[in-house]
């Protein structure tokens, strides 16, 4: 089904009211979310939000939080999200960091006690808006084993860092350092497909291609997919998200990361308050005139686009190049749901007595 | 040859003076090599010594540099290394932002016109010593290709994020963000050795074994190897590395980065001034007071070396333990340097008249 993007927002909107959310969080929640599906990022958009009632009506979620700074410097604070939707938290933080970056250059703010933020994208775009450098970092469920374990002890772990260009659009790195990140595992699990070797190993340690290993004990595997090619460095990787997160924060950490589907309990034992997060915006001309800065970044672009390639009909993807297609396209012609995903979303209007997405 | 740390330094601090460095400058850059060294990463240390000295000959290093800070907010700011030696020019950034973090939270530097570095590590620890996160990058020569390129438009392009803990030593996640550093390829170009498939192409942008390819148009790929594994990942980290390092200074980035070898010559159309660094500091107690956060790296660090393993034989590495561990054994012990690195420090005694590491 293909659905205007005001009808799913709309409808995205009633839900979070529904689960008793703020006029304002409801908007800002549906907002993070619908960027997602525009961007093409499926796995992060409306597909989630029966996860996120799931985990309200367990009352791991709180619809309506009192977030609040729980330490600060005039530059760094730590924010505690009250057990909120991460889509509201963390705009929340953000909006302190770049409060912070107007005033004294720079601002970073670690995050406890929140759940799911949705795409790490959308908080550094906010900082991107403001002639900012944006950065977004969230932890996880524990799906990824570290080099040489086959011990899920983090999450896909995504880092992101966003600059503003000039005549282009900005320049956005947003990553799982998983070496696939999860989303692609579920799709590879609905089709009924294999998956590449280096993306997940069984339950003892052994490369597989069965995307439906990861739920008979199989891990995903860090970028660099094994220690010759730098698998190490994944982990490294994951594990500065998981501590300027969480262990920064206060937040649960490896292991301890609460699970986001419903249907698993977190663990009895936990080290902290919710999941964490990590966000920082710098000024650009905390450094070089803004227009300056602009005008070579459209420069570097402009060379990496004009690349010489392997195969003349695959140019260089310039980081975050995909997306922007995609949220063009989608904001035009509307955004394509699975029938899965309008099953799932029609459940949930269903039991809130909002009306279905028609078709 | 094993020749013991306190010899090895002074040798090298006495080839930087020959140079015409200051006191103060040729013992903090000899520092800087040396802790390459006793870590055990033989790529970064005296073994570039000679490579300094040539770049030095033709003017393209300043050995008496007056560094100046070109613009600053009270916690950003851009440094002008004067075509110094990064070994002395990173080190005065890293103190900047560690002296705004000190006053605001947070420091931020971003360095033009400088050279090579030596390791990352140096720079970031600089901060662990003040119970600060630090982090530290460069750009550098382009030989990696971006994905589906078979041009060299990046460095290895290095980042360090560098967290103090309690009682066990720092995390130090110090990688390169190409599947292989430079320095792996040079062991086996040395050694006569094959390479694992992924960590180059060829000029056509095929796949390759052969190490000695990068000097017949091959490049290096980006971390993840190949799309499928997420080389578009390590593309987008070695993005973000250079565009901190040099779009936001004013230094060269991309494939106008000018060779760390004097037998290339820089392009004729700069973009920017020398190669660009970043670094940065904050403050640990801008998040949380220093001995939670420290308990917590504990238990951090304690859980994942106690992780299951594939392997039994094979603990899971903490980010910069075996670097630790060298250090531990080789400042006992002494350095070992193969002979074409004592031949070629030799050399340069000769040069400068001063005494040859005896054997």
């Given at each position: ?144 084993a570290p080099t040489f374990s086959n011990e ?49 190993q069984?339950?003892?340690g ?16 860090p970028?660099?997919?094994d220690r010759?090619?730098?698998s190490h460095?994944?982990f ?124």
């Amino acid at each position: 089904m293909l659905v205007p993007e005001q009808i799913l927002r709309t409808f995205t909107q009633n839900i979070f009211l529904s689960m008793g959310c703020s006029d304002a969080h409801a908007a800002l929640a549906a907002d993070v979310l619908l960027l997602s599906d525009l961007r093409g990022i499926d796995s992060h958009g409306v597909a989630r939000l029966t996860g996120y009632v799931r985990l309200w009506e367990k009352k791991r979620i709180n619809a309506t939080p009192h977030i609040t700074i729980v330490h600060e410097t005039p530059t760094t604070a730590t924010v505690d999200g009250d057990a909120g939707l991460g889509l509201v938290v963390a705009p929340f933080a953000m909006k302190l960091a770049i409060q912070k970056a107007e005033q004294y250059g720079s601002g970073w703010v670690s995050v406890r006690n929140s759940n799911h933020f949705g795409i790490a994208g959308y908080h550094a775009l906010m900082a991107v808006e403001k002639d900012m450098i944006g950065f977004a970092m969230t932890n996880a469920s524990p799906l990824v084993a570290p080099t040489f374990s086959n011990e899920r002890l983090l999450g896909t772990n995504p880092m992101c860092y966003a600059f503003p260009a000039g005549n282009y659009p900005p320049v956005i790195a947003d990553m799982a350092t998983s070496a696939a990140a999860n989303g692609k595992l579920e799709i590879a699990q609905r089709l009924g497909k294999q998956v590449p070797e280096g993306w997940i190993q069984d339950a003892n340690g052994n490369y597989t291609t069965d995307p439906h290993a990861l739920k008979n004990g199989g891990s995903l595997l860090p970028l660099g997919s094994d220690r010759e090619h730098g698998s190490h460095k994944g982990f490294g990787l994951s594990a500065t998200v998981d501590i300027l997160s969480a262990v920064l924060s206060g937040a649960n950490y490896g292991p301890w990361v609460p699970p986001f589907v419903a249907f698993l309990e977190p663990p009895t034992d936990p080290v902290g308050l919710g999941i964490g997060h990590f966000l920082g915006a710098m000024r650009v001309d905390g450094f070089r005139p803004v227009n300056e800065f602009k005008a070579h970044m459209d420069n570097w672009i402009s060379r990496f686009k004009s690349a010489s390639t392997i195969d003349p009909s695959q140019k260089v993807i310039i980081p975050g190049e995909p997306e922007l297609e995609s949220q063009a396209e989608r904001s035009k012609n509307g955004i394509p749901l699975i029938d899965a995903v309008v099953d799932d979303l029609n459940t949930l209007a269903t039991k809130f007595g909002i009306a279905p997405l028609a078709s």
